[in-house]
């Protein structure tokens, strides 16, 4: 059974910077994407950054891009947010994702999460 274990967030005012981390195990076979998500209080979720293992390839949500970086390890199992100039906006809970053969565009088709991570961002 796949498990994610994420790290990082917290509290922070405004144009401050943030990193989480997250990483995969009971892999029995090759992650095809990992991403992040997140949620705030009576909002859908949403993604925020999707990376795709192969090529490296990343997608950002208009909001972040800019501002957020994706990276990851993949000897690790390990994705990386790189929060940067975060704004109050950008409070909510951040879940990592990941697929095994699906891709992580929309958080309906996800198949393995993380317990969430809680960002909160003052101005």
């Known amino acids: 059974q796949v498990q994610l274990v994420e790290s990082g967030g917290g509290s922070v005012q405004a144009g401050r910077s943030l990193g989480l981390s997250c990483t995969a195990s009971?892999?029995?076979?090759?992650?095809?994407?990992m991403g992040w998500f997140r949620q705030a209080p009576g909002k859908e979720r949403e993604r925020v950054a999707t990376?795709?293992?192969?090529?490296?390839?990343?997608v950002y949500a208009d909001s972040v891009k800019g501002r957020f970086t994706i990276s990851q390890d993949n000897a690790k199992n390990t994705v990386y947010l790189q929060m940067n100039s975060l704004k109050p906006e950008d409070t909510a809970m951040y879940y990592c994702?990941?697929?095994?053969?699906?891709?992580?565009?929309?958080?309906?088709?996800?198949?393995?999460w993380g317990q969430g991570t809680q960002v909160a961002v003052s101005s």
């Open positions: 994702a990941t697929n095994l053969w699906r891709t992580c565009d929309n958080w309906s088709t996800i198949d393995y």
């Open positions: 990376i795709y293992r192969g090529p490296g390839s990343t």
């Open positions: 009971g892999i029995s076979g090759t992650l095809n994407c």
